[in-house]
């Protein structure tokens, strides 16, 4: 079936440092890709997300590129704040959106230091 | 404002008490979720539904029963034969047909068995 395998945490960055987070999927189709972000005590929310191969999704600094050739989907930031410290969700969508059930991976926590 | 709300944030259960979690959206979206999320396992489906008085299971519905009387309410009921309910429940919910496959997601309730 479907899933999606993202890097364990936590991660812990120095303030402006580079961060990557590691996001791979697989599915049979074309799913669209997103990363959800959860910031402490709440739901989650649309960070960013990318529905065709080679598409870049880009939200608040944050960059991820859908690549086909490697079913990878991974999230980038240049220089990372304090403020960016939460759980980062990784997801894939079956059905190209049209049905909305979307398969996450297990969260990725950052934590970042001043 | 538009949104989804969930209530109550906190609960408290005794052993082998149902209690059930209240979801609301004004967003006018078709579909609405409730999905599970657990330290290290990150979120997992238990129901949803796409349309009024229909709904499907999802990957760990066992020891869950839902409704959908409405289209803007979709409460879980979490049984006594749930074997470890003590997690935290988002709900959520999403635009049918879109192209897009984003999910809005309520605050959550956290749930935890005396």
């Known amino acids: 079936g479907n899933s999606v395998t993202q890097m364990e945490g936590p991660v812990t960055l120095s303030e402006e440092a580079f961060l990557t987070i590691n996001c791979t999927y697989t599915?049979?189709?074309?799913?669209?890709l997103f990363w959800y972000v959860q910031y402490p005590g709440e739901g989650l929310q649309l960070l960013l997300k990318?529905?065709?191969?080679?598409d870049k999704g880009s939200n608040k600094g944050f960059e991820a590129t859908y690549r086909k050739e490697t079913t990878s989907f991974h999230l980038e930031k240049g220089s990372v704040q304090v403020s960016d410290s939460a759980v980062y969700f990784c997801?894939?969508?079956?059905?190209?959106?049209?049905?909305?059930?979307?398969?996450f991976g297990k969260g990725t926590k950052l934590s970042v230091k001043p | 404002d538009g949104g989804i709300t969930q209530s109550p944030k906190y609960l408290f259960r005794k052993e082998g008490q149902n209690v059930t979690l209240s979801c609301e959206q004004n967003?006018?979206?078709?579909?609405m979720y409730w999905y599970r999320q657990d330290p290290g396992q990150g979120l997992r489906l238990i129901y949803y539904?796409?349309?009024?008085?229909?709904?499907q299971k999802g990957d760990i519905a066992e020891g869950y029963s839902v409704s959908r009387e409405k289209k803007e309410s979709f409460p879980l009921t979490v049984t006594s034969a749930q074997k470890n309910p003590t997690a935290f429940y988002l709900c959520?919910?999403?635009?049918?047909?879109?192209?897009?496959?984003?999910?809005?997601f309520g605050e959550g309730s956290r749930l935890t068995v005396l």
């Open positions: 959520a919910s999403s635009i049918l047909g879109a192209d897009t496959g984003e999910l809005f």
């Open positions: 599915a049979t189709g074309y799913p669209s």
């Open positions: 990318a529905t065709k191969a080679d």
């Open positions: 997801a894939l969508s079956e059905y190209g959106g049209s049905q909305g059930n979307l398969i």
């Open positions: 967003l006018n979206h078709d579909a």
């Open positions: 539904s796409q349309i009024v008085n229909d709904f």
